[in-house]
């Protein structure tokens, strides 16, 4: 396909995606009320009508749900029809093999955990049920309910052990068990193409220890001069500008605390509709009605994770009110259309083999494993930043999108593309990079290995040099693990004794 | 659109009848017509043929453009077939063939070695296989689609038969040279898709073809084998001829000149730049299928009282 014909197939998709969007309404509406004004002429119309949506700000609206949309790694359509709808997604079969065999180890585990406690995978809640949840919502971390017969589905470890195990079929030592001359270096021993060091520094060149970054050049002995102060005034005019690409390209080298919430929120193009908080009520009755398994998977992971962390335990309410509504967010299932991996399905009782009462499980197709609430932390992965706006605005929740990332998508799926984790594990041990710890350890094993699986920190470390100071980034994605507690102090309120300093 | 589409479609079969020579199944819906033709076959008929063909196709076109298509037969539920009473000469293509591909044998691939004695053998990274047409048969190649396994790279070599000469095998010439279908021969990107070979790729015009020579190279030594699997030759659409045209066709044309285009408009040309469009339009449809619930609404009915999950 060449470059032409490629261009037009993406701007196809574009446009056929932004339809009917809610953008699209607002600057049809828009147009048709600027035809009001007297600039606009009816010789030149289309031309007048175009400037003004450019100066209006509507043209920069456009820019970044398009740029938007092409963050999302869509699947490039073959033009060769023959080309089933699979492969389409993911063109390698022993690698499909492999999804759908983890898939239905996760769907064995979780049917046999509903059916060895006797929890069904849904219910309806009783009125008195309802009641009762809806008034202790902000408080959920108060419910002492029992949940030692639930344990994880699977953890990141569980992933790695899938992900070593892969093998090509047609690879020369595909099928050795034991290492031999044409094994590769490292756990992973599937023959996919993935960046050297010269195309990491290339593609990273953002975290060259040349350049400043927050979180490292902003220590507390440095002086404010030197790189805080400037870059600081560099995040308020790049959201002035209101530039999603801008936004990305700053952040790359960390983010004010402050200004954390706002930038994501530039970045993931998320905005404060009226519509949103709608969806988050429905998305909140779908709570308070159903009771499903998966609810009490996420209350112990939460139990597991945030409230045993020293920096995430006072949010311990606000992750329970965060995922419970984006397990019954539907909108997340249009992730599937381009990811190989497949959303559990299940029938309404009675109508087993009935495809008009067939239903996902849970509503938005993911099920939770260790560690999941942490990603709640993540806006980058989840797409929710204006959910914790509900503390800084008026008191009434602000309704978020909702919409998981391809990037959640690529912590459980097996795919070979580049951004996908299988491809971060080879390009990890590889020999390409070497990871330095902060206590100048420089040997990593597989426990290393399973943390850094985690797309949520693909972390690397460019430099030779031991005593550098880890520096945990991920490409376009902050640090976590250096400051976590800043970023969340910057959604609470000024007036909250944790609230930020700025 | 839909309206002409209609009236184009019942003058089509009204020209059929009238010829009355012409045997074809119609494989959409309940509607079937048949005729057999006993005539020999002449140029003039021929021409009429090639005309009805190209009308056909068209209709099609038209059909699926304006999304019309269940109204009137698709390309691929046609299937013209002439019964010939003379022998010899070339059997003409038929319409399935433009969709199904020309039925070709495909022989077994070749792997070249080199070495002295059999256990000495290496192998050289070179396979070839053959796709020969039936005898005396050729064809015009508009495209050439297959699906990869493991081949980095891929040459085309054709047998035409040389012009003048109606005998003999004709003459091999190179079509293709090292088509790269891996990015990197020693890793998997690339390894198992569908690729196409388009004419306009190719170095010489690869009409009269006889047969067919791929040429798989994999130079990396980390795969066990490889190959390329599903090997079809989609043949062109033949020319319209000039020649005096019935009223219908050539209101036909005048819709054809209509159709914004960049340059001449013919029936094939127009057909490639339509496929790319079908061909978004099946993945987004077979997309839009799967997977997806009522936005807002997880529940069936008000009830989500669910069995366990199904493992298929």
Sequence with gaps: MDE????????????????????????????????????????????????????????????????????????????????????????????????????RRILKSLNGMSTELGVPLARMRTAAEQRELSSKW??????????????????????????????????????????GTRSHWGLIQVPLDVQDIQQLRGAYAELNLAAGQLGIDDDGHIHPDFFERDYVETA?????????????????RG???????????????????PQDAMHFEQLKAGVVQHDLLVDHLIRKDVKLTASND?????????????????????????????????????YIRGKEGDEAYAVVYPPNGVIPFHGFSMYAAHPRLFQWPRCASCTRSRQ???????????????????????????????????????????????????????????????????????SAPTSCFSFGTESWATTPWSWWRSWLPPSSPFGPRT | MFRLCLMLQWQAITYFFFFGNICFTMLHGNFESKTSWRDETTQTSQEKLHKLINCCRFLDLIARATGAASAIPTASGWSVVVEHAQDGGDAKMSASDVTRGVACAL??????????????????????????????????????????????????????????????????????????????????????????????????EPDDVSSVRLVLKQPSCAWLTFGVEDVLLFPRAQPEPVGELSDWLSALNLVEQRLPTQGSLDAASVSCRLQPMWALSEVTTRSSRSHTAPVGRFDVDGSYDINLLSLT
């Design chain 1, 4 to 103: 032409g014909a490629e261009l037009s197939l993406t701007i196809v998709q574009l446009v056929q995606r932004l339809k009917g969007s809610h953008l699209h309404a607002q600057m049809e509406r828009e147009a048709r009320e600027c035809l009001h004004q007297p600039e606009i002429r009816l010789d030149s119309i289309k031309d007048d009508v175009r400037s003004f949506l450019r100066t209006s700000g509507w043209e920069k609206k456009l820019q970044n749900a398009v740029y938007r949309e092409l963050q999302v790694e869509r699947l490039a359509s073959s033009l060769t029809a023959a080309a089933p709808p699979e492969h389409v997604k993911e063109p390698l079969a022993y690698m499909r093999k492999a999804q759908a065999g983890w898939e």
């Design chain 1, 255 to 273: 983010c004010p605390t402050g200004l954390r919430a706002d930038l994501w929120a530039l970045i993931l193009n998320s905005v404060d509709r």
């Design chain 1, 310 to 346: 020293d920096y995430y335990f006072v949010f311990e309410d606000f992750l329970y009110q965060v995922l419970l509504c984006f397990s019954r967010d539907a909108s997340v299932l249009e992730h599937f259309k381009y990811n190989s991996a497949t959303p559990p399905k299940s």
């Design chain 1, 138 to 179: 902000n408080e959920m971390g108060t419910d002492e309910a029992d949940l030692t017969g639930f344990r994880p589905i699977y953890a990141a470890k569980d992933f790695l052990e899938v992900v070593v195990a892969l093998r090509s079929p047609n690879h020369k030592c595909g099928g050795d068990e034991e290492p």
């Design chain 2, 107 to 204: 022989k077994p691939p070749v792997f070249l070695h080199f070495g002295g004695s059999e256990m000495q053998a290496s192998c050289s990274g070179v396979c070839v296989i053959d796709a020969s047409l039936p005898p005396g048969k050729t064809v015009n190649i508009e495209t050439i689609t297959f699906k990869n396994f493991y081949t980095a790279l891929v040459s085309v070599r054709l047998r035409r038969r040389s012009p003048g000469r109606e005998g003999g095998g004709g003459e091999w010439c190179t079509a293709l040279r090292d088509r790269p279908l891996m990015t990197n021969p020693h890793a998997e990107s690339g390894a198992q898709d569908y690729c196409s070979i388009d004419r306009k790729q190719m170095r010489v």
């Design chain 1, 396 to 466: 009434s929740c602000t309704a978020c999108s909702g919409r998981c990332t391809p990037a959640t998508f690529s912590a459980y799926t097996l795919c070979p593309r580049r951004a996908r984790v299988s491809c971060r594990c080879v390009c990890f041990w590889s020999g390409s990079c070497r990871r330095t710890c902060r206590d100048s350890s420089t040997t990593c094993d597989g426990s290393e290995l399973s943390r850094y699986a985690s797309p949520l920190s693909g972390c690397f470390e460019l430099s030779q040099d031991i």
């Design chain 1, 236 to 252: 308020k005019k790049v959201l002035g500008g209101q530039d999603s690409a801008a936004a990305q390209q700053y952040s790359r």
